[in-house]
């Protein structure tokens, strides 16, 4: 079964900085990709998606990712962060059964 | 503005009592999905529903029943019989496989 593992339950990080938020899934069959956000008490919102075409997508906010099939993995990046940026992110895949698998998700923390 | 409204936000119940969460959607999707999020757990997906009249168990069924009569809602239930039904829970639809899930803003159930 497909499964979605996001290495990295906390990131911390300083207002501007770099950041990339991790995610690896399990099978290399084609498959659609995305990464979502959630604030607090909050549901999930699409930050971007993987559908096929070129390995490196773009999305809201101003973050990218790039798909990498021979590591596969899909990880979330963004040049420089701002406070408002700090939320959870979960990546997520939808494979041949239909069903959209979620990794555990990753806490961003932006410091001023 | 088309979404999906869940309803209530927040809910209080005694341990023992069902109680049923409310999930209407106007994007005129197909197909809609109950998740259930948990601290360091990421999403798990309870059941879904692909068309009217039918829907399927999805990895945690258990002490949970859903009905789909209208395309536009799904509702979700849980029974006496879920162990552990304190939680928050996320109602999603979408269109086709390639589309990502739309959600909506939430229910926290707390049982006592």
């Known amino acids: 079964a497909q499964s979605v593992t996001q290495l990295d339950s906390q990131v911390p990080v300083f207002e501007e900085a770099p950041v990339e938020l991790r995610c690896n899934y399990s099978s290399s069959v084609s498959v659609y990709l995305f990464w979502y956000v959630q604030y607090p008490n909050q549901g999930l919102q699409l930050l971007l998606k993987?559908?096929?075409?070129?390995?490196l997508v773009k999305g809201i906010n101003g973050f990218e990712a790039e798909f990498n099939k021979s590591q596969t993995s899909f990880h979330l990046r963004k040049p420089s962060v701002h406070i408002s940026d700090t939320a959870e992110y979960f990546c997520a895949v939808r494979d041949n059964t239909d069903k959209l698998i979620f990794g555990t998700g990753t806490r961003l923390q932006v410091f001023p | 503005d088309g979404g999906i409204t869940q309803s209530p936000k927040y809910l209080f119940r005694k341990e023992g009592q069902n109680v049923t969460l409310s999930c209407e959607q106007n994007?005129?999707?197909?197909?809609m999905y109950w998740y259930r999020q948990d601290p360091g757990q990421g999403l798990r997906l309870i059941y879904y529903?692909?068309?009217?009249?039918?829907?399927q168990k999805g990895d945690i069924a258990e002490g949970y029943s859903v009905s789909r009569e209208k395309k536009e809602s799904f509702p979700l239930t849980v029974t006496s019989a879920q162990k552990n039904p304190t939680a928050f829970y996320l109602c999603a639809s979408r269109q086709d496989r390639a589309e990502p899930l739309h959600f909506g803003n939430g229910t926290r159930l707390t049982v006592t």
């Open positions: 993987y559908l096929s075409g070129s390995t």
């Open positions: 529903s692909q068309i009217v009249n039918d829907f």
């Open positions: 994007l005129n999707h197909d197909a």
